[in-house]
């Protein structure tokens, strides 16, 4: 079983930045693919990034791609999503999730957090 803690939202002004950082107990988080979702209000949860347990393979979405970083250190069960040039678009609640599947389909992930909520003011 996995256990994962967001952390690093907040609020901030079109055009900055922000790190997300998701915390994951258990010693086999290596194995899992991780992927960033976000859910804004009124809309369905949505891919965000995801990368693989070794962390060689990324994937974005289109609406993030360029502007958003996924990265892992795996020594320190830590995967990180940093986000530049954030638009009102971006604001939503982000979640991480873990698979043994690199997908972009959250009904494949299976641990997830709690959620960081991420506002941009425009």
């Known amino acids: 079983q996995v256990q994962l803690v967001e952390s690093g939202g907040g609020l901030v002004q079109a055009g900055g930045s922000l790190r997300l950082s998701c915390a994951a107990s258990g010693r086999t988080f290596r194995s899992y693919a991780v992927g960033w979702f976000r859910q804004a209000p009124g809309k369905d949860r949505e891919f965000v990034a995801a990368?693989?347990?070794?962390?060689?393979?990324?994937d974005y979405a289109d609406s993030v791609k360029g502007r958003f970083t996924i990265s892992r250190d795996n020594a320190k069960n830590t995967v990180y999503l940093q986000m530049n040039s954030l638009k009102p678009e971006d604001t939503a609640v982000y979640y991480c999730?873990?698979?043994?599947?690199?997908?972009?389909?959250?009904?494949?992930?299976?641990?997830w957090g709690q959620g960081t909520q991420v506002t941009v003011s425009s």
């Open positions: 990368i693989t347990g070794s962390g060689g393979n990324t």
């Open positions: 999730a873990t698979s043994y599947y690199f997908r972009r389909n959250p009904r494949q992930y299976d641990y």
